[in-house]
């Protein structure tokens, strides 16, 4: 853990004064004052499902611009970019975990892994860096994650749920992210499996040194992370200090 | 390897089965159009080329296309012969080299007899200089022979191989028709008949169905005819032919050649102004153009209808990507979440159609040579065509980029529309 922290000395993000609203919508949907992860952090954001969730990701993601405020990840403010440099900067520093369809299907295991690479240059740099290759760096993680070697050379439509959200987890880790954001990446697992990947999850975000982001609206998950928060109550607080002022 | 280029290739490999299909449309639209192209081509060379090295082509007058037509491709009749007087006047002009009579008129189960003399085997070219050629036999006998002789044929290439005609074989000539099977047919020389001593080889010109005999021969034939019919009551058997002077009375056209060709234009002025006869001199080469521009719109239309047949299958392509992109928008939007920028959607899908159109004008190119090469012994034995198998022409180049920048056209409208739904879309895609 402290080797980590050293390495991303700066917060994974740092939201503050954010207000978005979709083009043509009336109000605001999402209105956060503040919200920051620690480097290495891993924390639950309880939000049901309608409370901005999915904009939160992409704000985070730098996939859309907040209207005001500005968005930090890993200490670059992601309004600074231009759209083609933030797409690489999500590419080399935030690694994703969706509720389902996370893989190319008609890729293997290994190459929708290694996909993340692909655009990755700072994250085959920081590979390089360690002394590995994108391909044994593939390997080490699918082993930890306990995907056996046949099972990465099969494409991934044949995969159950449970192993793509592996391969997934793989794919958001590899290369040392660092920040990793995971949506309900737990909702289409058995319930005694889910927990079961949350604590791998966890387990491999302190390995690389990544920071989590643990949206999920299951409260009852929430039970091995740092930090707990309620999105709901984040953007209340905000929407109504927007109307105080 | 760019991973845009890595995804575009294992993309199409998940989808083989359209993408082969697609390729396979595109192929031969491609191979038809090139096909169409090639074969126009040369279908005008071997026109062109249906007489060369004749410098002019004599004949009563009449316009230049009847004269041609009637004389080379034996389409349609004189409508006046020459006489024998003129022939020699125009052979004896210090200018010509040779000239070499033809009499029309006469046919063979519906071929064109031609009476000539032996010169014309010696002196008729087609193609690029290209003699005739004997598959079996050689020349009937000339304006000397013998009586017994006198009766021999030389039979073009269709004519032996329609009617199983061989070397020995006695033919009945019919006065007139020549207009086809069907056409007006009158008497028959039934008394005189010709026997086969030559068939020529293929040369895709009008020769392969043409039925050669000797001006005297046809002279010989005709001595107890009058006015196009046999004079009833007088009977002259074959042996007593030669008692009569064959030497011809008149011919319906003369191929001459000249000693230079610079002179070509001064001699055509003297034959148009002969005052014995009023004669027509036409350069076949200008005639055979001018002749081409009339049917040369039928290959026209031909190639505007491949070219739309490369449109359709260039739109089956995009019909086929386009279709594909509902069920990939999901994949699109993964490939957001890993860092993959709106630009690079938009490279992916404008390679995935380009790599498909490539690989049809690739195999379409195949197909086209694949059968060049297959086909091209039997059109040469059937057809005296030589296909062309060299690299594509600069006219086929140019339809080949025209296809290559139509499908570059193509392929951006799926890509411009993975473009815009992964602008919208981003890394989720909300259904």
Known sequence: ?245 | MSPVFMLSLRSIANRRLSAALTVVAVALAVALLLGVERLRNDARAGFAQTISATDLVVGARSGPVQLLLYSVFHIGDATANLSWASIEHVAALPQVKWLVPLALGDSHRGHRVVGTTTDFFAQYRHGEGRSLVFAAGGPFAGATARVEDLFQTVIGAEVAARHGYRLGERIVLSHGGGAGEGGARFAEHADKPFTVVGILAPSATPLDRAVLVSLEGLEAIHVDWHGGAPIPGLKITPEQVRKFDLRPKSVTAALVGLHSRSAVFRVQRQINAYAGEPLTAILPGATLQQLWDLVGIAERALLAVSALVVVVGLTGMVAVVLASLGERRRELAILRALGASPREVFALLALESLLLATAGIALGLGLLYGAGAALAPWLAAQHGLQPSLGWPAAGEWRLLGAVLAASLVASLLPALRAYRQSLADGMTVRT
Request: glycine fraction near 10%; proline fraction near 4%; charged fraction near 20%.
């Open chain 1, 1 to 245: 853990m402290s080797a980590a922290v050293r390495a991303h000395p700066t917060p994974a993000v740092r939201i503050s004064g954010l207000r978005y609203r979709w083009p043509g919508s009336a109000q605001d949907c999402l209105a956060i004052d503040a919200l920051q992860l620690g480097a290495g952090e891993r924390v639950f954001l309880r939000g049901p499902s309608g409370s901005g969730k999915t904009t939160l990701l992409s704000l985070v993601g730098g996939v859309i611009l907040p209207q005001a405020g500005t968005v930090e990840v890993g200490g670059q403010a992601l309004g600074a970019l231009s759209a083609g440099a933030r797409d690489r900067f999500r590419a080399d520093h935030v690694g994703f975990v969706f509720q389902l369809f996370n893989l190319l299907p008609w890729l293997s295991a290994r190459d929708n892994i290694l996909l993340a690479c692909r655009f990755a240059p700072q994250r085959r740099a920081r590979i390089a860096a360690a002394g590995s290759t994108p391909a044994a760096e593939a390997a080490r993680l699918a082993a930890r994650l306990d995907l056996g070697v046949e099972l990465l050379e099969r494409p991934a439509m044949q995969l159950s749920v449970g192993q793509q959200q592996r391969v997934a987890a793989a794919r958001a880790l590899i290369g040392r992210p660092g920040l990793v954001v995971a949506d309900e990446p737990t909702s289409a697992l058995d319930a005694d499996r889910q927990q079961a990947f949350i604590d791998l999850l966890l387990d491999e975000c302190a390995a690389v040194g990544a920071a989590l982001l643990f949206v999920s609206h299951d409260q009852r998950l929430a039970a091995h992370f740092d930090r707990v928060l309620d999105l709901g109550a984040l953007v209340r607080a905000g929407l109504a200090a927007e109307d105080a002022r």
